[in-house]
């Protein structure tokens, strides 16, 4: 038997939950963690990530920040993201295809944090 690809000694699954993860997605699972800054321009949160299986949005800031899948959206328009550790999560199994959709942020203050933590799929099973 070759060594799998990147080295790894173990075969997948290794633990619980990647075996629940294997189980309902059909591949592996990784996490991605970035900071975004917010102001009174439109920013993206996230881009179109079609693997996408779920995010968080922790908003660090004492001023709402407005979410929203479209670009042109305003301050006081979408999705609340509430100040002072306020989040806003989207999984695939709750809230369907949306998960994957570009989201984008605005604010009436500039200079806002927002933490973003997304899961994706990022390598299938083979024969389906």
């Known amino acids: 038997m070759s060594e799998p690809i990147g080295g790894e000694k173990r075969r997948f699954p290794r633990t619980a939950a990647d075996e629940f993860a294997y189980g309902i997605y059909k591949g592996k699972l990784s996490i991605e963690e970035r900071d975004v800054t917010v102001g009174v321009n439109v ?3 996230m881009y179109n990530r079609p693997e996408r299986t779920g995010w968080i949005a922790v908003n660090h800031s004492a001023t ?4 929203s899948f ?5 301050a006081g328009r979408g999705l609340i ?3 002072n550790g306020g989040t806003v999560s989207f999984s695939l199994m709750d809230d369907g295809m ?7 942020a605005i604010a009436s203050a500039g200079g806002l944090l927002v933490s973003v933590f997304e899961t994706y799929r990022y390598a299938m099973r083979r024969g389906g």
Do not use: K
């Open 43 to 45: 920013v993206t949160l």
């Open 81 to 83: 993201l509430p100040p």
């Open 98 to 104: 949306v998960t994957g959709w570009q989201m984008y």
């Open 64 to 67: 709402d920040i407005y979410l």
């Open 70 to 74: 479209r670009e042109d959206t305003t």
